[in-house]
């Protein structure tokens, strides 16, 4: 993958590792492409994108490791501000959910806040034949594209206490999932007008917004 991205006419390519396996074949890389390869020897997790970014926004592409591919992702989404676009590998599974629409059985919270901030795209799937050796799954490549403004206003904080309270059992009608959030979760729903006998599916991002609005302003008084 650095390799192809090298080949290509960015001015330069940050290549975020950990594994020193990994590390020394891109130390390989960088002598070939001294000027335009930077290598970090950092857990991702740990990486603040806006110590590489200039005047310039980044471009992020990755594989991402699948055990910590939604830990990653909610990472650069607090990120966007220096992101012009990210072009990452999930699991299949992973990828339907994220790109979701709202009464489908993969509409979660991820959905939701990424389609808050993005596009969503999936691209394309990759078998398991493609990798060596090949795992059990099937990958594919989704694109985040940030929006110019959020879909609706709200805090990125309280909108995951939101969504994680809503989905949490998402079996139940909202009146009673928000109960771990707010003590009178029916009078918190009429104020967002939102019907308290939905279900967390069946809700769109604007609504879990609105939601989160109000519960902000709820939390004041």
């Known amino acids: ?27 390989t890389l960088a002598n ?3 000027e335009r ?15 590489c970014a200039s005047k310039d926004k980044i471009t992020v592409v990755a594989n991402l490791p699948y055990n910590i591919s939604i830990p990653l ?29 709202p009464g489908t059985k993969g509409y979660g919270r991820t ?17 398991a034949r493609a990798f060596v050796p090949p795992p059990k799954v099937v990958s594919a490549v989704v694109n985040f594209t940030p929006r110019v403004q959020p879909l609706s206003p709200a805090s990125f904080k309280i909108l995951e206490k939101v969504t994680a309270a809503a989905f949490g059992q998402r079996r139940k009608m909202l009146r009673s999932a928000l109960k771990t959030l707010y ?3 029916i009078d918190l729903l009429k104020r967002a ?12 991002v604007e609504e879990f917004c609105k939601i989160s609005e109000c519960y902000r302003e709820l939390a004041k008084t």
């Open 111 to 127: 959905s939701v806040i990424a389609q808050w901030l993005c596009e969503v795209e999936t691209v394309f799937c990759i078998p």
């Open 1 to 27: 993958l650095t390799r192809a991205l090298l080949e290509t006419s960015a001015k330069q390519v940050i290549a975020v590792e950990r594994d020193e396996r990994c590390i020394k074949g891109l130390k």
């Open 32 to 34: 070939t492409f001294p």
């Open 193 to 204: 007008n939102v019907n308290p006998e939905a279900r967390a599916e069946a809700l769109t």
């Open 183 to 185: 003590p009178y979760p």
């Open 37 to 51: 390869l930077k290598i970090i020897e950092e857990d991702a997790l740990n990486f603040n994108l806006k110590s």
């Open 73 to 101: 992702l909610i990472s650069w989404l607090r990120q966007l501000s220096v992101i012009n676009s990210m072009t990452l590998m999930f699991q299949k599974e992973v990828a339907e959910r994220l790109s979701a629409k």
